[in-house]
Nanobody, 118 residues
Framework: VQLQASGGGLVQAGGSLRLSCAGS????????VGWFRQAPGKEREFVAG?????YYDDSVKGRFTISKNNAKNTVFLQMNSLKPEDTAVYYCAAARGYYTDSVRYDYWGQGTQVTVSS
């Protein structure tokens, strides 16, 4: 499967963005799709993921929502109440199961930059 992430941008603190991860070549229903982020000088970290159930890192619970549109083969990450510490490059990735460790993911989209100004 090929993944294409989009939707990043510059937003003020408290604002919202919606990221998209479009799949091609194979249905995303076959995979667990996760969103990760990597800030400068930091390791890539799990943010949210889903296949049938949804999972979130504690740092984004209540602010971020992951969802999918099966007809469009796309997974979304709605990010509300954004904070400067959410600034990072965001990646979507696909794996065979629910993992928070990025090394378990087989397929990656290119990153999309999210910058939250204070």
């Amino acid at each position: 499967v090929q993944l294409q992430a989009s939707g990043g941008g510059l937003v003020q603190a408290g604002g919202s963005l919606r990221l998209s991860c479009a799949g091609s070549g194979r249905s995303l229903l076959t995979y667990f799709v996760g969103w990760f982020r990597q800030a400068p000088g930091k390791e890539r970290e799990f943010v949210a993921g889903m296949r049938w159930n949804t999972y979130y890192d504690d740092s984004v619970k209540g602010r971020f929502t992951i969802s999918k549109n099966n007809a469009k083969n796309t997974v979304f990450l709605q990010m509300n109440s954004l904070k400067p510490e959410d600034t990072a490059v965001y990646y979507c990735a696909a794996a065979r199961g629910y993992y928070t460790d990025s090394v378990r993911y087989d397929y990656w989209g290119q990153g999309t930059q999210v910058t939250v100004s204070s």
